[in-house]
Antibody
């Protein structure tokens, strides 16, 4: 099982960035994909989740209206489109899989990609 | 919005039992998951749905959930158990993490 994030980097406040998560080693369409972030020296913050088919998506209030989660099951890829970025969005962003059950645990995490929002 | 409160730090003597709490309003009615994160690493699931251990997780790890408090218990604590521990629940289709607890093994 592998989740490989990419797309992080330095971006100016107000800018946009797209994170990618490429999955392997499991049936991608069977699982929900979460994005969870961790600001430097801080705790975990859940960001967003997309269901296995992509039909259902949910967001944390802190990113609602600015971030969009999507997936392409043919390419085993999940995306997180981020716009209107703020300094407080600076964090390591983890892609993480969870079963498509009610209140599932997050069973596997990628190694994360760092996003820095700064001028 | 739903909140989970954890103590910032817990210390335990080598070989003794550590207990990490996670407080939330009627958390006993929710499924609680626990994650371990060592420095520089991604989190790892250590307990799920209150009392279940993932395959390969030592039996030294256990958990309970009742009322307004969920508890992760680590028996016979080892130096390798030093890490940050996070509780997590789902509330109205959104994920919620506790603030995390830094476990020190003395």
């Amino acid at each position: 099982v592998q989740l490989l994030e990419s797309g992080g980097g330095l971006v100016q406040p107000g800018g946009s960035l797209r994170l990618s998560c490429v999955a392997s080693g499991f049936t991608f369409s069977n699982d929900a994909i979460n994005w969870v972030r961790q600001a430097p020296g801080k705790g975990l913050e859940w960001v967003s989740v997309i269901g296995g088919s992509g039909a259902s998506t949910f967001y944390a209030d802190s990113v609602k209206g600015r971030f969009t989660i999507s997936r392409d099951n043919w390419k085993n890829t999940a995306l997180l489109h981020m716009k209107s970025l703020r300094a407080e969005d600076t964090a390591v962003y983890y892609c993480a899989r969870a079963p498509t059950t009610v209140t599932p645990p997050i069973v596997y995490w990628g190694q994360g990609t760092l996003v820095i929002v700064s001028s | 919005s739903y909140e989970l409160i954890q103590p910032p730090s817990v210390s335990v003597a080598l070989g003794q039992t550590a207990r990490i709490t996670c407080e939330g309003n009627n958390i006993g009615k929710k499924d609680v998951h626990w994650y371990q994160q060592k420095p520089g690493q991604a989190p790892e699931l250590v307990m799920y749905r209150n009392t279940n251990r993932p395959s390969g997780m030592p039996e030294r790890f256990s958990a309970s959930n009742s009322g307004n408090t969920a508890t992760l218990t680590i028996s016979r604590a080892q130096a390798g158990d030093e890490a940050d521990y996070y509780c997590q629940v789902w509330d109205s289709n959104t994920g919620v993490f506790g603030g995390g607890t830094d476990l020190t093994v003395l």
